[in-house]
Structure formats: C-alpha cells, structure tokens
C-alpha cells in the first residue's frame, strides 16, 4: 500500500544524475531528497541494472533518494516502465531499507527477480560510475 509520504530509491535508468529520459517519469511526481544506498548487489543487465537483496551487510547499491509527491501516478507509471507485473514481472516493487544523509527510512525500490547465474556484477554498486567506466574503457 502506498500513501503520502512515500519514498522511493531509484539505483539505475531513473537516476537523474544519469539525465536521461526515463528520469522524466518523476517531473512533477516525485521530490529529490539526496544521493543514498541501501544494502544489495548491483547486476548489469540488457543496458540497465538490476538490484537484488544484500548476501552481506557489506555488499551496498547507490542511488537516489525521492519524496512521492503523486503515489498513484507516480507508482502505477513506474510499474510499466519497470515491467512490474503482478507475479510475473522483471521487477518488483519492495520496501527498502535506505541509508541518506537524513538518517536510514523505509523506501520503495524495484528488486530484479529474475536469475543473475551469467549476469555480471557491478563492482561497487554504482550505476552511473559503471558507465562512465565503461565509456572510458
């Protein structure tokens, strides 16, 4: 269930730092509060990440910390994009714990559900500096 004063943790193609068009899914949506992590492991996927629960408290995924302005635009939109079916999607939306400068609070974030036997882990939990290395490479 979502309400008001939702949060939502973005790790990947919604970052705005990334600035690239699926960030404008949150225009008007959604507050950005701050750079954040929450404990899991980063996957490179098919040209977006994918976050799956931590297998130590060491293992962290950097990303970007919103306020939910619109929860049910906001939700039902980004469960689209993130191919979020009921039972059956690429992704689903759980809650999160999330570390920021305003302390650690419960969050929304989409966690990859399909197998990662084959994917690749990116190293350091950091999307956007993945690709930067990579363009770099």
Not at 116 to 125: L, M, Q, S
């Amino acid at each position: 269930m979502v309400s008001g004063r939702d949060r939502l943790f973005v790790y990947g193609t919604l970052m705005r730092r990334l600035g690239g068009r699926p960030h404008r899914l949150l225009a008007g949506r959604a507050r950005y509060l701050g750079p954040a992590w929450t404990p899991g492991r980063l996957y490179a996927l098919d040209g977006y990440p994918g976050l799956v629960p931590a297998r130590t408290s060491r293992d962290r995924v950097h990303g970007e910390l919103y306020l939910v302005l619109d929860a049910p635009g906001l939700f039902a939109r980004l469960d689209e994009y993130e191919a979020c079916a009921a039972g059956d999607g690429e992704y689903r939306r759980c809650r999160v714990q999330v570390h920021w400068r305003g302390g650690c609070s419960p969050a929304w974030a989409y966690l990859y559900t399909r197998p990662i036997t084959g994917r690749r882990r990116i190293a350091g939990g950091d999307y956007a500096a993945h690709l930067a290395w990579r363009r770099e490479s």
